[in-house]
């Protein structure tokens, strides 16, 4: 894997800021950076999100299938998710197979989506037990500047949002508007010694990949969790970043609402 | 019998007794692996059970030559690094012109001694010295590393203990091989003896349960020549 | 399909309490090769763990000049499981092996191997829920007895939300029905909960329920660490007597 040589040159720069209480680009310990979202940016997609976490940006592509239902949930359409960390995205990217780090993207991704049951996947049985939609949630990283976690959870549902099903074009009647009945909204932080560092950018990553990721719902429940790096976390620790999350994730939630509602079909209204 | 410690038992609280197999974290000594307490009132030690060699300068090594470069060996020391034999380091009067691989080549078993190891884990033997010399005749074999020490016994006592009673030569690597020579039943009678060493040493009486064995195994060959002369 | 009741009269499908473990069985040294290993039982789970190392890494470009290089492969036997499983890594068990290896990374002392390598291999034989904890607990005792330098010991479980009520190391049928996972893995060293090495969750839980979990899991892990301790003890114990 090719060295990210200016990381280790920003290492002790970052943690004596940190340690001195501020962030490297002047953002409160819990703010997030800006998120700016556009759907309905790709035709040929049956949903999609462009979203910018300040320069981390993330596409993701919503394509539905009709296919057979899996024997234990004969009733109930499937969701497959999916993330390529495509070299254009990061220096630290390489072409190949999906590696441990897309994976895991991939995965909790797709667990906040599931365990909310966001999408409603009994409406997308055709036939029972013979036809059901597949929904596959594809989520293509451009640029990676920390956090493609956040960026990818939120361009997800801002994607299903967006979704029509193709019925007409399948042969199985009208096109509706995907059934989403839930908004999960992921938060990652990175811990570095005593602080928790929300919505982390890839220089402050330099100090290590100690991230905790939590889900919540609309209700503030809690719908997936992962600690993903090589470090122990006090239990203490633990409780703090659980509820900083859930109402971070409130926060957030509303900001993309907003968004959803005044930039449908890819309009920049600043522009 | 010693008490048995496992990584992050509380052995001490004077960080100034810390010896092999603690770290200090907090003002308080833990055990860092598994093995047995050795606390007196000025330190605190874990003897390892279990474990690869480690190598320590000044360490009496057995390896095998795996490749052959323009200015030394490459030399495996069943540790995980392995080491490197310079040229300079092999006793000059025994070079005689010869190329490199003429004096040792791929596969060749060598006594050696750890010269130095740099930070960087890089581990350079030397073979000047009295007890180092390339392996060609006798029987090497293998014992869990952890357990030198008790094959060597208090003071080398074992190990003089066996050669005293057998007549043969025995040099023990720090890496948990062995190199014994002489006489080919005796030398067998070795190897099981330290097999038993390995598996039953720091229990009472084990010394006389040696020479006792030792004893019963040499009657035993004599026993069976004589009836094989008969 | 339809989701059976998973408490009956306040017991469990299989009998147990709430805060009970199912039955566990850990032997040490069951492997003649590796430098480490364990086989470990708990309820249907048979796991077998090996370690080999710290022992040279190739190819070198592997190497770290710094410190050990720490790999976890978790693996389902085929046969593990109702229906066949194809071998080799899938999605899940890249990322279990992942999350895993970061649970026990910080804790074994790696920086005094620079350019080593230490592999943990472990493999389900047979899965019956809460394999990855099964998989840890498996793995840190091999670890233990490699004679790998710690910090302490690492010990897992998980804990669930079954009909609403939060329990210990659930079942293949609470992990199937169950509104909710949480697979947990502390670091305890001495006696002591130190830190958690390990946190997962998937399904839905209050706030106050992933709490009340992570208590939970404190005590069951502290049962497994007992266990765990005292199956060392009896192999090495019978060895130094």
Redesign the interface.
């Known amino acids: 894997m090719p060295e990210d040589i200016l990381m280790d040159i920003k290492r002790d720069y970052v943690l004596s800021r940190i340690r001195a209480g501020e962030r490297i680009d002047g953002r409160n310990f819990d703010e997030f950076r800006k998120v700016e979202v556009k759907t309905g940016i790709i035709e040929k997609a049956e949903g999609s999100a462009l979203v910018k976490l300040g320069n981390t940006q993330v596409v993701v592509g919503v394509k539905m299938q009709v296919g057979e239902p899996f024997p234990?949930?004969p009733n109930m359409g499937i969701i497959i998710t999916n993330a390529e960390l495509v070299p254009l995205a990061s220096p630290t990217f390489e072409p190949g197979p999906?590696d441990?780090n897309s994976?895991?993207l991939?995965?909790v991704v797709d667990?906040g989506i599931?365990?909310?049951e966001a999408v409603d996947l009994e409406k997308l049985c055709i036939e029972e037990g013979e036809k059901v939609w597949i929904v596959f949630i594809d989520i293509h990283a451009l640029d990676d500047d920390g956090n493609l976690m956040d960026a990818s959870s939120i361009a997800a549902i801002s994607a299903l949002m967006n979704t029509t099903v193709p019925a007409e074009r399948f042969g199985v009647g009208e096109d509706f508007k995907l059934p989403i009945r839930d908004f999960p909204i992921s938060v990652t932080s990175l811990v570095v010694d005593d602080r928790i560092l929300v919505d982390p950018c890839r220089d402050e990553m330099s100090v290590g990949k100690n991230l905790?990721t939590i889900t919540s719902?609309e209700e503030?429940?809690?719908?997936?969790?992962?600690?993903?790096?090589?470090?122990?976390?006090?239990?203490e620790k633990?409780?703090e970043l659980?509820?900083l999350s859930?109402a971070k994730a409130k926060e957030i939630r509303e900001n993309v609402r907003e968004q959803l509602k005044g930039g449908e079909n890819g309009e920049d209204e600043e522009s | 019998m010693r008490k048995i410690v496992m990584p992050g038992d509380l052995i001490a609280k004077n960080p100034k007794v810390a010896g092999h197999g603690t770290y200090v974290e907090g003002g308080k000594v833990y055990a860092k692996y598994l093995g047995l307490l050795d606390k007196t009132d000025t330190s605190v030690r874990v003897i390892p059970l279990k474990g690869r060699y480690i190598p320590f300068p000044g360490d009496v090594v057995i390896g095998i030559v795996r490749e052959v470069t323009a200015n030394g060996w490459v030399v495996d020391i069943y540790s995980p690094y392995r080491a490197f034999l310079p040229i300079s380091e092999y006793p000059e009067n025994a070079i005689k012109n010869r190329k490199v691989n003429e004096i040792l080549d791929i596969g060749d078993a060598i006594i050696a001694k750890v010269l130095n190891i740099d930070p960087k884990m890089k581990v350079t033997l030397t073979m000047k010295d009295r007890v180092c010399k390339p392996v060609r005749v006798g029987r090497v074999i293998a014992i869990n590393p952890a357990r030198v020490p008790r094959v060597i016994g208090k003071k080398g006592s074992m190990i003089k203990l066996l050669k005293s009673e057998l007549g043969i030569q025995i040099v023990v690597g720090q890496n948990g091989l062995i190199w014994i020579n002489g006489d080919r039943k005796k030398v067998s009678i070795a190897e099981e003896a330290i097999y038993i060493i390995e598996e039953e040493a720091h229990t009472e009486g084990l010394t006389d349960r040696i020479t006792e064995f030792i004893k019963n195994k040499k009657g035993e060959d004599k026993n069976g020549e004589a009836k094989a002369d008969s | 399909m339809e989701k059976p009741k998973l408490i009956v009269d306040g017991k469990r499908l299989d009998g147990r309490g709430f805060e009970e473990l199912r039955p566990i069985k850990i032997e040490v040294g069951v492997l003649k090769r590796a430098d480490g290993s364990c086989y470990l039982e708990m309820g249907k789970n048979k796991i077998i763990a090996a370690v080999y190392g710290p022992r040279e890494v190739h190819p070198r470009h592997l190497q770290d000049p710094s410190k050990a290089v720490i790999r976890y492969r978790y693996n389902m036997a085929p046969f593990s499981v109702e229906e066949r499983k194809k071998p080799g890594p899938d999605r899940r068990s890249v990322e279990i092996s992942k999350v895993s290896r970061e649970a026990l990374e910080p804790v074994i002392m790696k920086e005094l191997f620079p350019r080593s390598g230490i592999d943990v291999f472990v493999e389900v034989l047979q899965a019956d829920a809460g394999t990855r904890t099964a998989c840890l607990n498996a793995a840190s005792v091999a670890l233990i007895d490699a004679g790998v330098m710690m910090k302490g010991i690492v010990t897992a479980v998980a804990v669930a939300k079954v009909d609403g009520q939060i329990v210990l190391d659930p079942m293949k049928e609470e992990d199937f029905y169950g509104e909710a996972d949480m697979p947990v893995a502390f670091l305890i060293r001495n006696d002591q909960i130190e830190s958690i090495a390990l946190l997962q969750m998937d399904g839905r839980m209050t706030v106050e329920e992933v709490k009340k979990g992570i208590e939970l899991a404190k005590k069951g892990a502290m049962e497994i660490y007992r266990m765990q301790r005292e199956a060392v003890m009896k192999k090495y114990v019978k060895e130094e007597e």
Not at chain 1, 221 to 235: D, P, T
């Open positions: 234990d949930t999906p441990e994976i895991e991939a995965r667990r599931r365990e909310s905790m719902d503030g429940n809690v719908v997936a969790m992962q600690k993903s790096g090589s470090y122990l976390m006090a239990e633990f409780y659980l509820d859930v």
